[in-house]
Nanobody, 121 residues
């Protein structure tokens, strides 16, 4: 049974930083595509960062490039999203996801967390 649990959200002033964590119990340490999505109020859910399966690299949405960094610690089975230089438009619910393949759509991922709220003012 795979469970993804996000933490680390909160309220921060513009220009500040947060680090989100996603504890992935039951998920194999390799062979999965893992990503972070976010949903801002009144907007569709968008993928902000992804680590491709097999260490094939990372990719970021244009809106967060240079400010966000996705990483994973296989020993701890944890996914991270370091968010720096935060802007009010980064406000939203952030979700971690995992699957055997990589998708643009949140609903295509086999495993999805419940989300953690980030508010930037």
């Amino acid at each position: 049974h795979v469970q993804l649990v996000e933490s680390g959200g909160g309220s921060v002033e513009a220009g500040g930083s947060l680090r989100l964590s996603c504890a992935a119990s039951g998920l194999p340490a390799s062979g999965n595509c893992v990503a972070w999505f976010r949903q801002a109020p009144g907007k569709e859910r968008e993928r902000v960062a992804i680590i491709y399966a097999g260490g094939a690299g990372t990719n970021y949405a244009d809106s967060v490039k240079g400010r966000f960094t996705i990483s994973r610690d296989n020993a701890k089975n944890t996914l991270y999203l370091q968010m720096d230089s935060l802007k009010p438009e980064d406000t939203g619910m952030y979700y971690c996801v995992a699957s055997g393949a990589c998708y643009d759509r949140f609903s295509n991922y086999n495993y999805r967390g419940q989300g953690t709220q980030v508010t930037v003012s």
